[in-house]
């Protein structure tokens, strides 16, 4: 049963307005839906969940993804959950709305509103307003409701509406958030969808970027990201994140509240429903915020140390991982056609971090990766060595005359741990990402050692290519170590 916190639920409730359409219109099967996704969700991999970024689509398209967000936090008493809902009725409107009624009510019942929350949100904010024209037709709240309603039945809401991702407006609001809900037992709910409406392969693209800045705690990241991909002039690609601004206020609240990262939860797309389209998708993403130094994995067992890594990647899945990474790059540089390997071992289609170097006669030729394992390793190296070859760029894109002068060089990491200063830093076993004042750089752990440089020049270095003064890392910059399995062609050439 829903919340009722003492009122009549006929004072001032806002009846809902997807009921029949995003979601089963009946408490029974509404009920009984909600329960199947969270038996189907993911399990937990992290411990204390500040915030989650769910999806506010149709439950046939994106319910499975909300549910594997929701089963992160679903095991916490919270007391009050703040949904960030997205602005899709009112152009016009740029700021913060907050729902000044009593209370939403579904198909099972009326949850109500926290008014002391919203009083002392409007307060703590001059960007926020009671508005609840912004809220009448609205869908993003709403459907987040029936999962809340059922895993945080006492639990009270404040229900709100980012008008714009304006970097400023959402980060001063979720630093009021914070604020106000320092002694509560909270959670921030961001609701959003990624990619409308490119075809499923090009969605997998940009979503997988735009995923992996969702999981930095950083604003300005995710706006660059979103911005640079919505320049690539991809066909039908009208937005990266619908609820970009939602987003970025959840980020700014959680680290305020003492995230210390996020992650990726789930990936799908309209395309993968058999109902749906692969010409023209939307694409669905489940992300946590939490205050673990470490998250688990997807297995609930702990992350892996670079040892127990390497156990797990044998010669011959080194093997496998390199001969997959030229052959893609032979394929596609040769005809653009796809390649999709066969028989791969269980620790290729793990999720893990990888990065893919190329070298011509011991020069660079290029490198890029990527930190977060949205897709399982097989798959990932494949996309990042396109990258690295095409679009680096300190580079001209490779072409296939050259390919045979290339030597390949692949970095598999171990999760990413914060450490709380650079003493704890060693040079030739760690890799190190900066982040300060919404910049950041990583170094893997073969370029300090490769260029000679102590950790005091490694990390200098560092700076510089983040764009940071010289020192910044030796005050109130986050530094975060993890360790890579670095492994190349030069490796097996003599047969091993």
């Excluded at 692969?278 to 489940?286: E, I, K, P, S």
């Excluded at 690295?388 to 760029?393: K, Q």
């Excluded at 760690?430 to 750089?441: C, E, M, N, P, T």
């Excluded at 890392?473 to 097996?492: H, M, P, R, Y």
């Amino acid at each position: 049963m829903a919340n009722q916190s003492g009122r009549n639920p006929e004072n001032d409730i806002r009846s809902p307005v997807v009921a029949g359409r995003f979601y089963p219109g009946s408490a029974s099967a509404l009920k009984q839906a909600v329960r199947k996704f969270m038996d189907d969700a993911v399990p937990v991999q992290v411990k204390n969940p500040l915030a989650i970024v769910v999806p506010h689509a149709g439950y046939i398209f994106s319910g499975q993804i909300a549910a594997d967000g929701f089963r992160q936090a679903a095991d916490h008493p919270y007391d009050i959950i703040v949904v960030l809902g997205t602005n899709h009725t009112s152009g016009s409107f740029r700021k913060i709305s907050i729902y000044p009624g009593d209370g939403f009510s579904t198909p099972l019942g009326a949850t109500m509103v926290d008014k002391e929350v919203v009083k002392a949100l409007l307060t703590a904010d001059s960007d926020c307003a009671l508005d609840k024209s912004l809220h009448n037709q609205e869908h993003s709240v709403e459907v987040q409701l029936p999962f809340i309603q059922i895993l945080f039945p006492e639990a009270l809401i404040v229900p709100v509406i980012i008008g714009s991702p304006d970097i400023g407006i959402c980060t001063r609001f979720g630093e009021a958030i914070a604020g106000v809900l320092k002694s509560r037992r909270a959670l921030i709910v961001a609701s959003a969808d990624l990619s409308h409406y490119p075809d499923a392969d090009a969605a997998e693209d940009v979503d997988g970027k735009t995923l992996a800045a969702m999981e930095k705690l950083d604003p300005a990241l995710l706006q660059k990201v979103t911005q640079t991909q919505m320049r690539r002039g991809i066909p039908n690609l009208h937005t990266c994140a619908c609820g970009e601004a939602a987003v970025m206020a959840a980020m700014s609240a959680a680290k305020a509240m003492g995230a210390s990262g996020g992650k990726v939860i789930s990936y799908a797309h309209s395309g993968d429903v058999p109902i749906g389209e692969r010409d023209r998708v939307v694409g669905y993403g489940a992300v946590v915020y939490h205050a673990d130094p470490q998250s688990t994995s997807v297995n609930g067992s702990e992350p892996l140390t670079a040892a127990a890594s390497d156990d797990l990647l044998t010669d011959a899945d080194k093997k496998v991982l390199l001969t997959l990474v030229r052959e893609t790059l032979t394929r596609y540089l040769s005809g653009k056609t796809a390649f999709t390997p066969q028989g791969l071992g269980s620790a290729l289609q793990q999720k893990r971090g990888v990065f893919v170097t190329l070298k011509k006669r011991g020069d660079l030729r290029g490198c890029i990766g990527r930190m977060i394992p949205d897709k399982p390793l097989h798959r990932l190296a494949g996309d990042v060595a396109l990258q690295s070859a095409l679009e680096d760029p300190r580079f001209r894109p490779v072409t296939l005359e050259e390919l045979k002068d290339l030597e390949i060089e692949i970095s598999v990491l171990t999760p990413m741990s914060p450490v709380p200063n650079a003493d704890h830093v060693v040079v030739g076993r760690d890799g190190v990402l900066i982040r300060k004042g919404g910049r950041s750089a990583v170094f893997l752990p073969q370029v300090a050692p490769e260029q000679g440089w102590g950790r005091d020049e490694m990390l200098e270095h560092l700076c510089l290519k983040a764009g940071l003064l010289p020192g910044s890392w030796k005050q109130g910059a986050e530094l975060l170590t993890f360790q890579a399995i670095v492994f190349s062609e030069a490796d097996f050439k003599s047969g091993a």
